[in-house]
């Protein structure tokens, strides 16, 4: 194989505003040249620090901005990742809050919500990316944001809400998720907290969140659509789950146990 062939190929594609392709383009765009040629030249273009490899057969070229640590920004390539997975995605939780303006604590991870079956987490180029997975993926919920390299799916102010009382586990606790809902309430819209996105969550995250919104941040609009869409659902729960709460002082509106102390400066 020609040594520059891959590379005059890449440098093609940057022209073209396409950073992202995988062992089967190059198969395509190069018939002639033979797997372990193919593979070997893209090795040493990973060692150059040309091109990185999120996933197996997936590669993506590293933009000149960020090509002196060679780390580059999950959110460039997790569409095409995505659509070569065949997955259904958004970027959630604390990445999705940080987007919408959300940015009380540093983010470390990537989180990103995928369709079911789940995708193993780990450390992608230097990164941790977390993938969380569910059976009904809220897309009508779902924006695009503008990147460098196209577009990819964030959860919308709502969605992202609702989704960090879900998986309060793994931000941090209930202390967190209302320091972060504390600002990302900003970016929420009441007539968009309806029947059919909470249909998506479990009756008592819903109720959770609309205890933070009214209790802790005293957010009345936002809490108001909550529990007008949603009261009558309600079931005699803790705000805390696997924590006692026996003897704890009970919210009638949100049907809560509080057996958890939240404090949104934490």
Known sequence: ???GLLTQWIEERVKRGLYCFTAEDIAMALP???TATMRMALY???EKGRIVSPWRNFYMIVPEEYSLNGQVPAHLYIDRLMLYLGKEYYVCLLNAAAMHGSSHQAVMTFSVMTSAPAIRSGEKNG???NFYSRKRMPMQYVVKRKAKTGFYNVSSPELTALDLVANQEHVGGLNRVAVVLGELAEEMDAERMDQDL????PV???QRLGYILDVVLGEQDLSDA????MGKSFRKTALK???PAVGCDYDRRWRLMINETIDDEA
């Open 198 to 201: 909470m249909g998506y969550f």
């Open 127 to 129: 990164l941790q990316i």
């Open 241 to 243: 789950t696997g924590k």
């Open 226 to 229: 909550i529990y007008e869409c």
């Open 204 to 206: 008592a995250d819903v």
């Open 1 to 3: 194989m020609d040594k």
């Open 32 to 34: 002639s040249i033979a």
């Open 44 to 46: 040493r273009q990973r």
